[in-house]
């Protein structure tokens, strides 16, 4: 196990939400106390978290298949409205496959909407990025740039997101690691144990301590002042982030398992398409897909806490935790995404309906 044990026991600081295994492939994660979440993949029925997808500002596609983009439109109808940036990420080739869609709409009202997407293609290690405007009918503004590509892809206040080519035959196609950034929190037990009170010090000691401002400075809590560099000692501790590692889709080989190990061992959560059962291993290798057992064996590898397995093909349908089974004989800490549970509607009175043949 590595090292990230006793934080595994800490609040989260995002929730996500993933696609239910018949679902086109989407993951979510909505960051707590920010207006910031990310979306890897397009799945059609992230149209239902409207006011998740309203925080949207980075999307990782991993392929271009119809599958893991279909609600691309959706997501951008949803956010006209909005004046912000929308990053998108993904493989060679994903620019120009947007652009396409975005040449498609004829959209000549909104010249009061601020709504800019700005496309970031990854190959080799290359990046091309252009950026789109809403209120230039999201024509191109200026040329594409092109940069080196090395490291993550994103880095904010909050995460790294780190994209690993992946072997989908003929499709481009990357897998996401996802590390959220380490948290500096105050211990409450040696907070309770000093007998100090909380109040605005507290958000002011994080402040001084994450930004290396602690040195000479002192504070006053009730009669007495307290050096700050004691204070941080004694009540602060460091929460790892979480990692999660997003997998869709790909043929197995050992050289991508690789790179993501060097990134993301000991994942917090490995989210693993399983598109086909060990049974049908031989579609699997065909068409470029992962089975069950090596999902499990792949969160084996990562040393991950929890597996979650999604894209399950529809021949399985309704055993698909046939696919559950077969990855828990190896990982047992396994689930998939189950459905909502479905309202009651009252039984109607008065009516009578004869079915037609
Ligand atoms: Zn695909």
Redesign the pocket.
């Known amino acids: 196990m590595n090292d990230t044990s006793n934080a595994r026991q800490e609040k989260w600081t995002f929730s996500w939400d993933l696609a239910v295994p018949a679902q086109d492939p989407y993951l979510l994660i909505d960051f707590d106390n920010d207006p910031c979440a990310l979306l890897f993949d397009c799945g059609i029925r992230v149209w239902g978290r409207v006011k998740t997808v309203l925080k949207i500002d980075h999307i990782f596609i991993s ?1 271009a ?1 119809i ?2 983009l279909i609600g691309f439109d959706h997501i951008i109808r949803t956010l006209l409205g909005e004046n912000k940036t929308l990053h998108i990420h993904g493989p060679e080739g994903i620019r120009h496959r947007l652009e396409s869609k975005l040449a498609g709409y004829d959209w000549d009202r909104s010249a009061d909407q601020e709504l800019i997407l700005d496309i970031n293609e990854y190959a080799g290690c290359s990046k091309i990025r252009r950026i789109h405007a809403c209120n230039r009918r999201f024509e191109g503004v200026g040329p594409a740039e092109t940069s080196l590509w090395d490291g993550p892809i994103v880095q904010n206040h909050l995460c790294r997101v780190f994209a690993v080519p992946v072997d ?1 035959g003929g ?1 481009a196609c990357h897998a996401y690691v996802m590390k959220e950034n380490d948290h500096s929190r105050i211990d409450k037990e040696k907070l309770d144990g000093l007998n100090l009170t909380p109040g605005p010090w507290v958000g002011d000691l994080l402040s001084w301590h994450d930004s290396q401002a602690l040195d000479g400075r002192s504070i006053r809590i009730g009669e007495i002042d307290y050096a700050v560099v004691d204070l941080a000692r004694d009540l602060i501790r460091i929460q790892p982030g979480r990692i999660v590692v997003y997998i869709t ?1 790909t043929v197995f080989d050992q050289r991508w398992l690789d790179d993501i190990i060097a990134i993301a061992y000991g994942a917090d959560i490995v989210v693993c398409e399983s598109t086909f059962l060990e049974e049908d291993r031989s579609l699997a290798v065909k068409y470029h897909h992962l089975t069950a057992l090596q999902a499990g064996l792949i969160a084996l590898a990562l040393d991950a806490r929890q597996l979650m397995l999604f894209h399950i093909s529809s021949r399985y349908h309704p055993k698909m935790h046939r696919a559950v089974q077969e990855a828990r004989t190896v990982f047992p800490n396994t689930d998939i995404m189950h459905p909502a549970p479905r309202r009651k509607t009252r039984p109607r009175t008065g009516l009578s309906v004869t079915a037609s043949e």
């Open positions: 392929h298949h599958d893991h989908h499709s889709d």
